[in-house]
């Protein structure tokens, strides 16, 4: 199972209630799904957690470590195997094709598309070319491009918005 759940961004507004909405998820999947607290990755902003089986087993949701964490994970996968993703936090459409993206609490939301490994698309490619016999995923994220109705590109871009 991987989970990341991202409220304290360093470059981009704060979104409530993420890391809580993480730690429910992994609670609840551990006691529904039966998913062990060593085939867990809890990712959160600021690599803690108050779930006490996962104290050792959660990480900081960087650039860096989402990458390596889900190298881990796809490496770790056996046949058979079922993966969880969970993702709470920020998601971004990188214009002008509004491709989605999840955004680590360290990029830059201008800068998000330097890194093509965080296009969702391309995490939907790594999960599914997995070993793993299923792959669900739980996108807990709106990827327009606003929080409270501010573009979180800066004043040079603009994102569109239902009304």
């Known amino acids: 199972m991987f989970v990341i759940g991202i409220e304290d961004y360093q470059k981009s507004d704060k979104i409530s209630f ?3 909405s993480a730690e429910l998820f992994t609670k609840t999947a551990m006691k529904v799904f039966g998913v062990p607290s060593y085939n867990t990755y809890l990712i959160t902003d600021d690599g803690k957690t108050n779930i006490k089986a996962l104290k050792n087993r959660t990480y900081r949701a960087t ?3 989402l990458r390596d964490q889900m ?3 796809v490496r770790d996968i056996k046949k058979g195997d079922n993966i969880y993703f969970y ?3 920020h998601g971004i459409p990188v214009l002008p094709t509004r491709e989605p993206y999840i955004l ?3 990029k830059i939301p201008d800068f998000v598309s330097d890194d093509s490994f965080f296009k969702v698309k391309n995490i939907y490619k790594a999960l599914s070319d997995s070993k793993a ?3 669900i995923v739980f996108m807990d994220s ?3 491009g606003q929080t409270d109705g501010k573009s979180v590109f800066g004043t040079s ?3 569109s918005r239902l009304s």
Do not use: E, I, N
Request: net charge positive; aromatic share 12%.
């Open 18 to 20: 993420s890391k809580r």
């Open 71 to 73: 190298r881990y994970l």
């Open 157 to 159: 871009k603009a994102s």
């Open 104 to 106: 680590p609490s360290d």
């Open 142 to 144: 709106c990827f327009t």
């Open 133 to 135: 016999s299923q792959v």
């Open 87 to 89: 993702y709470s936090g």
């Open 63 to 65: 650039a860096g470590s």
